[in-house]
């Protein structure tokens, strides 16, 4: 796996719909989907949910290339929920196979399915969202949507600021990591071969040079804050106001329709 796969945090401009969607709905289309995904009982819910994000996915015109290689590196996580599924789900009746301790049940395969389809697609809604809106635009839909929680003296702003920060510097610290990784290699470094341990040790010469360029780009982007007069979100103005328009009462119309659905299709029974 090569670290460019890794794309969660990076954004795709454009002038699409989703593009132009207030960030608050497109977190609160997102939360929608998600409950749309959890209690999705059968094959007709789940082919719903899936229409749906593929729906997204063409309005949005990232590309389903740039989706596919963002889910490379949690092939190995997708693979160990399917096994544990089918390894350790009992069902009634005779197993599909039995070998030794090994028992495989239908339901087993079922439910692995079924896990490994719903994270796919909850990645890829959550792509979604990063490669659609802003670091800046999230920060402030995340700020105004748990406004209310500012009454309860919760540090709101402070907490939006270190997400849309933490996002925003993924991509950096990456392509930090590649420049670092090149220079090792270029001096004899090898990070591939050997055993486990032998790799652990390997990864010794990136890691110690990768802390300190992130240490010292925190302290480069506290002082510039600092020198910048930033005091936190108190009387603090925006650029850009966020309003509500009639195409963002439209999408959660649709987040709320497809949740309803699903629950329909829950009830009905569908496999």
């Known amino acids: 796996m090569a670290l460019k796969d890794i794309t969660l945090g990076q954004f795709f401009p454009g002038k699409t719909l989703l593009h132009r969607l207030d960030p608050r709905a497109k977190i609160l289309l997102l939360i929608c989907y998600i409950v749309a995904l959890f209690t999705a009982k059968n094959l007709a819910a789940y082919a719903l949910a899936f229409g749906f994000l593929a729906v997204a996915v063409v309005i949005s015109r990232v590309g389903l290339k740039a989706l596919l290689r963002g889910m490379k590196p949690v092939v190995f996580i997708v693979i160990f929920t399917a096994l544990l599924n089918i390894l350790y789900t009992t069902g009634q009746g005779e197993p599909l196979v039995a070998f030794w301790v090994v028992r495989i049940y239908w339901e087993g395969l079922r439910t692995a399915f079924f896990m490994v389809i719903r994270i796919l697609m909850l990645i890829s809604c959550t792509f979604l969202l990063t490669y659609t809106t802003s670091p800046i635009l999230l920060t402030d839909a995340l700020e105004s949507l748990l406004g209310p929680l500012k009454k309860l003296r919760v540090p709101v702003h402070e907490l939006a600021m270190m997400m849309s920060i ?9 392509e930090e990591t590649d420049k670092i990784m090149s220079a090792q290699k270029a001096r004899g470094a090898d ?4 055993n486990l341990v ?3 040790k390997a990864l010794i010469p990136l890691l110690v040079p990768l802390f300190v360029s992130a240490f010292r780009r925190a302290d480069e982007l506290a002082t510039a804050m600092e020198c910048r007069c930033y005091h936190g ?8 106001q966020l309003r509500y328009q009639l195409r963002d009462y439209l999408a959660l119309a649709v987040g709320l329709a497809l949740c309803t659905a ?6 009905l029974g569908v496999f």
């Open 166 to 174: 933490a996002l925003r510097f993924i991509p950096t610290l990456i």
């Open 191 to 194: 990070f591939e071969s050997g």
């Open 198 to 200: 032998q790799k652990a």
């Open 233 to 240: 979100g108190e009387g603090r103005t925006r650029m850009r």
């Open 262 to 267: 699903v629950w329909l299709l829950n009830s």
